[in-house]
């Protein structure tokens, strides 16, 4: 936010955005432009608005705005349950970037905010003119932020990118699953949100050294980056050992045992020992003393090597209780934890202990359970607000940041330059 804008009391016209016990947001001074539609650039600018930041979606009412509105299940026009998951706490304009007049106010909106974040195509951000060249002479502190599926550069930045898609090319798909099963998707889109988290974090690298500097920039992050770097020891490995992942049974590690799930008698449990002082509470608490003595089990390198005779092991002591006589016998000592159904994970006790569900209230759905963000700290509101209408707050915000009048917004909208 510029200093006028501080000096005269702009800002967050709502105020502090704090959660009511007088400690203000920790973002409450940020304003962020953003035009981002379905999921990863939404559930990262999300955390942004829960933290206190002012987030403005940018919708092109031309085309309905953003395309969550209309992902089923939902019972009312242009809103869904999809689309509040990814944008509470938000505002919207609706605003035609293509119309003349509607680029005179995207570029007013620009003058009085910190950060631009966008995920469009990545060959798109220079074509519509949002990169921080096209803007800096209006902002010079402003930081632009492009999530695309490729990045600007190289030879798939024109390409659109999706998840699922990315999860193929980075070599997750291949990696996941039982042995001789097919290609495996992860069953929350991962790369989707990992790349939501990466591209805010880029973008608060460089609101921080604009701060400090008064000079803007670029911040250029993909889901395909995102996902390689996620790669991580499994890159080092191949790219210095000539390494090839397995898949192995029961969702194994690659290179700990036993580190995998376990069937129980009327379930599943995921244990992982990753000291050998687990391993030896595992054996105890199973009741197979004998197996530390064993040589074949005496070390991690001893027991990789014979994965497949320790497996038949305790797959059979595991098969002779509960999921829950075994947690209630294991757990604490041994990491080891139950595999749960969405609904089970939803109503775990430390999920609900760390306030892990909120409620927002919405004038056509009620009461609305959402699941919060992940960072915990004071001033963020317990109650947020909920995801806009489209286009819902562009009168106020072009009267109060733009300054024009009730006319001059008329004007706009039969321009159809805003909606």
């Known amino acids: 936010m510029t200093d006028t804008e501080r000096e005269t009391g702009g800002g967050d016209p709502d105020g502090d955005r704090g959660d009511g016990d007088g ?86 909106l620009v003058r009085v905010s910190d950060g631009l974040y966008y995920n469009l195509r990545g060959d798109l951000p220079r074509k519509l003119e949002l990169t ?7 902002n010079p502190a402003l930081v632009t932020c492009s999530l695309s599926g490729f990045g600007t550069t190289g030879p798939r930045a024109e390409q659109p990118g999706y998840d699922a898609l990315v999860q193929g090319l980075a070599g997750y798909l291949s990696m996941t699953g039982e042995p001789g099963a097919p290609p495996t998707k992860c069953g929350v889109s991962v790369v989707d949100f990992a790349s939501g988290y990466s591209s805010v974090l880029g973008l608060v690298a460089g609101l921080l050294e604009a701060q400090r500097t008064g000079r803007g920039r670029d911040v250029d992050v993909s889901l395909m980056d995102t ?38 008698e009327d379930g599943w449990v995921s244990v992982f020992c990753a000291k050998e002082v687990f391993w030896r509470r ?41 999921t829950e006589e075994w947690l209630r016998e294991l757990e604490g000592d041994v990491p080891i934890a139950p595999v749960n159904s969405l609904a089970d994970a939803l109503r775990d006790e430390q999920v609900r202990a760390r306030e892990m569900i909120l409620e927002v209230e919405h004038p056509e759905f009620g009461t609305v359970r959402q699941v919060a963000h992940p960072v915990k700290t004071e001033g963020v509101p317990a109650r947020p607000e909920p995801a806009p209408e489209m286009g819902g707050d562009t009168d ?24």
């Open 396 to 419: 106020r915000i072009l009267a109060d940041l733009c300054g024009l009048s009730a006319e001059e917004i008329e004007e706009l909208r039969a321009e159809g330059a805003v909606a």
């Open 282 to 322: 595992l054996a105890e608490g199973l009741g197979r003393e004998e197996l530390l003595e064993d040589p074949r089990f005496g070390s991690f390198a001893d027991r990789r090597e014979h994965r497949e005779q320790l497996d038949a092991l305790l797959e059979e002591a595991f098969g002779r209780k509960t």
């Open 23 to 108: 400690r203000p947001a920790p973002l409450r001074d940020l304003r962020v432009l953003s035009i981002a539609q379905f999921g990863a650039g939404p559930f990262g600018t999300t955390l942004l608005a829960d933290l206190g930041a002012e987030v403005i979606k940018i919708e092109n009412p031309a085309t309905g705005g953003d395309v969550a509105r209309y992902v089923p299940p939902t019972d009312v026009e242009g809103d869904s349950l999809y689309f509040q998951g990814f944008n509470r706490g938000k505002k919207s304009v609706g605003i035609d970037l293509r119309e003349p007049g509607g680029r005179r106010v995207f570029e007013e």
């Open 132 to 138: 921080y060249d096209d803007l800096k002479h209006l």
């Open 227 to 264: 996902a390689v770097s996620m790669l991580s020891y499994f890159a080092a490995w191949h790219l210095n050992l000539g390494w090839e992942p397995e898949r192995m049974p029961g969702s194994g590690h690659q290179s700990l045992v036993p580190a995998r799930i376990f069937e129980t």
